[in-house]
C-alpha cells in the first residue's frame, strides 16, 4: 500500500514538472514573439525615419536652387535694367549749339537718368500707365483749315493762309472728313470737297465750317462764354474801357490752369477806332492784339469798319490742350491772314499791335 502510495506520489511530481515545464516553454514562446514584434517594430520605425529623412534633404536641396534661380534672375533683370538705363543716357545727351558757339545740354542728367527708371519700371511691370495731362500724338498729315484755306499752326504768328491746287498729285489728301468748329462749339463731321476753280488749279474746301482740322480730338476743351460787359476786375484795373461804347469780352480759360482769361473787343462809335486786348486773370492788361482806326477805313459810303467778336475763335488747334486765340486780320485787296497767338502761364506767344488797314496804297 505504502508503495503504491509513493507511485503515486512520483507520478503526481512528474505531471507537476510536466506542467512547469509547459508553462516555461509557454513564458519562452510570449517572451520570442514579443522581442520579434519589438524588431519589427524598430525595423518599421527605421523605415519612416529614413523616408522623413530623405524629404527633408531633398526638400533642402530645392529650396536652395530656387533661392539661387531667384537670385540669379534678379540680377540678369538689375544689368538689364542698368544696360538700359546707360544706353539711354547716351541717347538723350543730345548737345546744341548757343549763339554765341557754347555747347548746353538739352537736360539734366537727373531727369535723364530719372525718365529712364521710370520706362524700365513701367517695361518691367507690364502695366500701361495712364498720364491724363499727355496729349495725343498729331499726325503728320494734320491738316487745319480757316473758312477753307489752309493754316499753317507750326509757328504762333500772322500767317498767310494758302489755297490747294488741284493740279497737283497730293491733293487729294485733303478731301477727308473734317471735324468743323464756329462760334466756340463743335459744329459738324462732314467730307470736304473741292471748290470751283478759282485760277490756274487753285481750290478752297467746301462744306466745311469757319475752322475744320482732319483729326476728331476735342479742340474746345473748355467752356468759352460771351457776354456784353465788362467784369468787374477787369474794369476795376483798366478805367480807360469806359470810353468804347460797342463791348464784347470773351471769358475762357485758355491755358487750363483754373484761371479765366478776358478777351476784350472794344469799339468807339465817336472816334471810329476799335480794337482787341488780352486780359489777364486778375484784371491786368497783356497786350492789345490787333486795332483798326477810322483813318485806316476804306473811303466810301458804307465803309464803317470796326474789329467785332467775328474777327475772334478761341480753339486748341494743335491738341496742346491751350486754347489758341485765332484772329483774322483784314485787308483791303486779296484773303485776310490769320493771327495765332498762345497764352501759358503768364507768357502770350504770337505778333501782338497789328495795325489792321483797309486802304489800298
Known amino acids: 500500500m505504502e508503495e503504491l502510495n509513493k507511485k503515486n506520489d512520483e ?4 505531471q507537476e514538472d510536466n506542467m512547469n515545464n509547459m508553462e516555461k516553454n509557454n513564458e519562452s514562446k510570449i517572451e520570442n514573439k514579443t522581442e520579434d514584434s519589438n524588431e519589427n517594430f524598430k525595423i518599421k520605425l527605421g523605415t519612416v525615419g529614413n523616408f522623413v529623412l530623405v524629404a527633408f534633404i531633398i526638400l533642402i536641396i530645392g529650396t536652395g536652387a530656387l533661392t539661387y534661380y531667384l537670385i540669379h534672375s534678379a540680377k ?11 544706353s ?6 543730345n548737345v546744341v549749339e548757343t549763339e554765341e558757339g557754347e555747347k548746353e545740354k538739352n537736360d539734366t542728367v537727373a531727369n535723364i537718368i530719372d525718365s529712364a527708371i521710370s520706362d524700365a519700371t513701367s517695361n518691367n511691370s507690364g502695366v500701361a500707365t495712364d498720364d491724363t495731362n499727355a496729349k495725343k500724338l498729331m499726325n ?29 498729285d497730293e491733293s487729294e489728301k485733303y478731301i477727308i472728313t473734317y471735324y468743323s468748329y464756329e462760334n466756340y462749339s463743335f459744329k459738324d463731321s462732314k467730307l470736304g470737297t473741292f471748290s470751283s476753280q ?17 483729326e476728331d480730338y476735342d479742340a474746345i ?18 478805367p480807360k474801357v469806359s470810353d468804347y461804347d460797342a463791348i464784347k469780352t470773351l471769358i475762357v480759360d485758355l491755358d487750363g490752369n483754373g484761371a479765366e482769361e478776358y478777351i476784350l473787343v472794344l469799339a468807339n462809335k465817336a472816334t471810329g477806332y476799335s480794337k482787341i486786348t488780352l486780359i489777364d486773370s486778375k484784371g491786368s492788361k497783356v497786350a492789345d492784339l490787333a486795332s ?13 469798319y ?9 480753339i486748341d488747334v494743335d491738341n496742346d490742350g491751350i486754347m489758341e486765340i485765332v484772329l483774322e486780320i483784314p485787308h483791303a485787296t486779296g484773303d485776310s491772314t490769320v493771327s495765332l497767338l498762345k497764352y501759358n502761364n503768364g507768357v502770350l506767344t504770337g505778333k501782338t499791335g497789328i495795325e489792321c488797314s483797309l486802304l489800298t496804297e
Do not use: C, H
Not at 533683370?77 to 538705363?85: A, L, R
Not at 478759282?198 to 482732319?214: C, E
Not at 470796326?306 to 475763335?313: A, G
Open 292 to 304: 483798326i482806326e477810322k483813318s485806316k477805313w476804306k473811303k466810301g459810303a458804307n465803309a464803317e
Open 11 to 14: 507520478k503526481e511530481e512528474i
Open 221 to 238: 476743351p473748355r467752356d468759352v462764354k460771351v457776354v456784353n460787359t465788362i467784369p468787374t476786375i477787369v474794369s476795376d484795373n483798366n
Open 140 to 168: 503728320e498729315s494734320l491738316v487745319v483749315l480757316y473758312n477753307g484755306l489752309i493754316l499753317d499752326t507750326s509757328k504762333m504768328d500772322e500767317i498767310t493762309l494758302q489755297y490747294i491746287d488741284s493740279k497737283k
Open 88 to 93: 539711354n543716357l547716351a541717347a538723350y545727351e
Open 76 to 86: 540678369d533683370d538689375y544689368d538689364k535694367q542698368y544696360n538700359e538705363i546707360v
Open 198 to 214: 478759282l485760277f490756274d488749279g487753285l481750290v478752297k474746301m467746301d462744306g466745311v465750317g469757319k475752322i475744320a482740322i482732319s
Open 306 to 314: 470796326y474789329l467785332s467778336i467775328n474777327n475772334v475763335e478761341t
